[in-house]
């Protein structure tokens, strides 16, 4: 009986040591790593970090090390933490980072199979190594033939950037069949987010028709709409044509329209649309005046609006009226409503500006306002900078 629950209490010792450590970071660098992946068969999850990123260090600190998380990610990955800041600059180039931490899944074989940007708790990066880890898989059952249209959307929605042949060949037929119940299906919306849509495809008709339903379901659908709407704005600054940019206005209305309290008038949409086209196009002259007609037409009577509009033209102009102007709305904006936000925004227009006794004095009434002690902070930041400058 003794030998028996030694026996058990070294077998439960024993478990708990091979769970203990989390994940477990290759050693070595990363033609050493795929040479690892390719021998054991296995996938490779990458960790993209910065020394000074709070959201990496908190993961490194509390997701990686989860005993659970850690025996299946050691079981079907080879994982590597790459400082993108110092180490492999050419893998990182190829990448493409955009923020920090970005977690990418490859093959043996280097490709890209999926990517997520940001900070992931212990639950959701286990269902992101569940999903890739599936991959192979899926892909088998679709260049067979045999896969479910779950599978094939499940597929896909990794397949972008792996198998682009593959995606570009399955995903036009899925995406022109998807009904209002697919679209409000969270894995094919996630796989919709990815389709490279134009405000004049069948699908973004689709998914405006139903504003109202689906920016109900999906917490990103503004976010899906607004890429699709930038791709306009791109192709029209692209070819340097302004008419283009009628479906990119047109559409914004007609978001405007279901989801916003305010309504505005067609003209509206327009200096909106051309504020947005010369911003791009880098016309600072064109841009300076839609952006003036915008703000005194349609917000003069609204503080938010009037120090975002101050702070896009402080920023973008050093022309004397421009800088008057940013002013001018600053100061109007706090007669409307002094809140510490609209202190804080307009104490850094007048800094922009180069009013800084104005700024400075601004900013010092943030000190009125119960801070806490990140906000204490900043602005504690900001006086220092204004007085330094």
């Not at 007669?335 to 609209?342: A, D, I, P, V």
């Not at 804080?344 to 009013?355: D, E, K, L």
Request: charged letters at 25%; hydrophobic letters at 40%; proline letters at 2%.
């Amino acid at each position: 009986m003794k030998r028996t629950v030694f026996v058990l209490v070294l077998t439960l010792g024993m478990s708990q040591l091979l769970l203990a450590d989390g994940i477990e970071f290759f050693k070595g660098d990363w033609k050493a790593a795929l040479e690892s992946a390719r021998k054991q068969n296995k996938l490779l999850f990458v960790d993209f970090y910065a020394t000074w990123c709070g959201p990496c260090i908190h993961m490194s600190k509390t997701v990686f090390p989860d005993a659970e998380l850690g025996s299946y990610v050691n079981q079907h990955f080879v994982s590597v933490k790459i400082n993108a800041e110092e180490e492999e600059q050419e893998l990182v180039g190829s990448v493409n980072l955009e923020a920090y931490p970005t977690l990418v899944f490859f093959t043996s074989g280097g490709e890209i199979i999926t990517r997520h940007v940001g900070y992931l708790e212990i639950e959701e990066l286990r269902q992101l190594a569940e999903d890739v880890n599936q991959y192979p898989a899926l892909k088998q059952a679709v260049v067979k033939g045999n896969a479910t249209r779950n599978e094939l959307v499940r597929f896909l929605t990794m397949a972008r950037q792996a198998d682009r042949a593959l995606f570009d060949q399955y995903a036009p037929g899925i995406l022109q069949s998807l009904s209002l119940s697919d679209l409000q299906d969270a894995d094919t919306w996630k796989f919709v987010s990815l389709a490279d849509m134009m405000p004049g495809d069948d699908l973004f008709k689709k998914i405006i028709a139903h504003t109202s339903v689906l920016s109900a379901t999906h917490s990103d659908f503004a976010e899906v709409v607004f890429e699709a709407l930038n791709r306009q704005k791109a192709k029209a600054v692209a070819a340097q044509d302004r008419q283009l940019m009628a479906p990119y206005k047109d559409y914004l209305k007609m978001l405007y329209d279901s989801l916003a309290d305010q309504k505005y008038p067609a003209a509206y949409f327009d200096l909106l649309g051309d504020k947005d086209y010369y911003r791009d196009m880098e016309d600072l002259s064109s841009y300076a005046k839609s952006l003036v007609q915008l703000t005194d037409q349609y917000h003069t009577g609204n503080a938010s609006a009037l120090l975002e509009s101050a702070l896009e033209l402080a920023k973008a102009s050093s022309e004397s009226e421009h800088q008057a102007k940013a002013v001018a709305w600053a100061e109007q904006a706090l007669k409307l409503e002094k809140t510490k936000n609209h202190v804080y925004s307009a104490s850094v227009v007048f800094y922009y500006t180069g009013r800084n006794e104005l700024a400075l004095k601004t900013a010092q009434q943030l000190y009125t306002f119960e801070l806490d002690e990140s906000e204490k902070e900043a602005v504690d930041d900001l006086v220092k900078t204004i007085q330094e400058g």
